[in-house]
Every structure is written in C-alpha cells, then in structure tokens.
Antibody
C-alpha cells in the first residue's frame, strides 16, 4: 500500500529555516517524480517543487533560491529544506507522487503538515 | 508563467449537472488533471489526462478539453460531491506544474 507521511517542526520564526520530511512506503521514491504542494490557510493549492527520478529539480518562482528539494534513498524519504522563511510561507505542505507522461499527475498525496511562520 | 482561471464557485441542486471550467491559453494542447478536496483533507485525483477516470472514481465524473477551456462535469450531483475542485497542468516551457485557483461546488 502506498503511503506518504509528512512531518515538520510546526512553528518557525520569520527569517528562520526548517526541513520537512515525507516518509514514503509501498514504492521506491527514486523510481518516481515527487512533488511538494502547499496550501495557505483558506487558499488554493500551489505547486512548490518537483524532483525527477533522475534527480533534476524544479522550483516555483515564489520559493526559488530559498528552497531545496532532496531525497534519501536509503530512508525512502523526500525532503524540503526551506530558508529565509516569510509569513507568507505559512501553509499546509503536502508531498505527492507523480505518475504518467507529459509532466504527470499526482496520484497519491500525504495528509499534509502545517508550517506556521510567525514571531 | 502559465495561468489557469476557474470560477470561484458553482452551485447545483442534487441530481443536476455541475460544470466546472478551467481556462488557459491553448489549454487544449495540454493535459489537464482535476482534483477534489474536501475540508481538512488532502486532494484526491478525479480526472487525469483530460478525461480519464482513476479507479474508484464514479462514472458521474467526466472531463473534456478543447481550445482555451477544459471542463469537469459532474452528473447526478450528490451531497457528497460538495468540495473544492482544482485543475492542474504541466507547463513544459518552464517545467512548472500549475494549479487553477479552485472552484467551490455547493450542493443546494
């Protein structure tokens, strides 16, 4: 059974850093594209970043330069390192698996982890 | 960057048909995926590649895509279909994934 479980620190101060984790089970993450998608309170879904099976990484303009997506194949875990955090980064962060060709679609999602950036 | 436009809300009576549009420049040349999100839950894929239904999604859900508009159609709407719906595409020019702004479907 495919499962994705996100974890994170919860509350972070503006200007601070955090690392989100997404533990995957039921499939090897290195065989798939994997994404982070976020949702600010009361707002819509926003794509954040994707890592391809061969390791290529891509970022939304809103986070480029402040965010790094990575993975640990031995732990089958996806990460999102976020630096220089802003209040507007407050959101639920979901990790999701991508399937298919032509950019793919998100077939499995985690339950999400809330990140609050506040002093 | 590529922009997808959805109506903020759609209201429909039970048993009727809901149509949710997703507008984008030449979106008919892209593959469109649709997600349903209920309050407090993660999104769920309901349509991929314009009109394919994943396993477990009722036949009442269908999709189409042509020109500058993609459409998600929900026939014989039920109370349980009340949710936010998002369209999504891949923009090959930027290697970015793009979500629409979302449409809240209210069942009257």
């Amino acid at each position: 059974e495919v499962q994705l479980v996100e974890t994170g620190p919860g509350l972070v101060q503006p200007g601070g850093s955090l690392r989100l984790s997404c533990a995957a089970s039921g499939f090897p993450i290195t065989n798939y594209y994997m994404s982070w998608v976020r949702q600010a309170p009361g707002k819509g879904l926003e794509w954040v970043s994707t890592i391809y099976n061969l390791g290529g990484t891509y970022y939304a303009d809103s986070v480029k330069g402040r965010v790094t997506i990575s993975r640990d194949t031995s732990k089958n875990t996806l990460y999102l390192q976020m630096n220089s955090l802003r209040v507007e980064d407050t959101a639920v962060y979901y990790c999701a698996r991508l399937m298919g060709d032509g950019g793919g679609y998100n077939d499995y999602w985690g339950q999400g982890t809330l990140v609050t950036v506040s002093s | 960057s590529y922009v997808l436009t959805q109506p903020p809300s759609v209201s429909v009576a039970p048993g009727q048909t809901a149509r949710i549009t997703c507008g984008g420049n030449n979106i008919g040349t892209k593959s469109v995926h649709w997600y349903q999100q209920k309050p407090g839950q993660a999104p769920v894929l309901v349509i991929n590649y314009d009109s394919d239904r994943p396993s477990g999604i009722p036949e009442r859900f269908s999709g189409s895509n042509s020109g500058n508009t993609a459409t998600l159609t929900i026939r014989w709407v039920e109370a349980g279909d009340e949710a936010d719906y998002y369209c999504q595409v891949y923009d090959s020019r930027s290697d970015h994934r793009v979500f629409g702004s979302g449409t809240k479907v209210t069942v009257l």
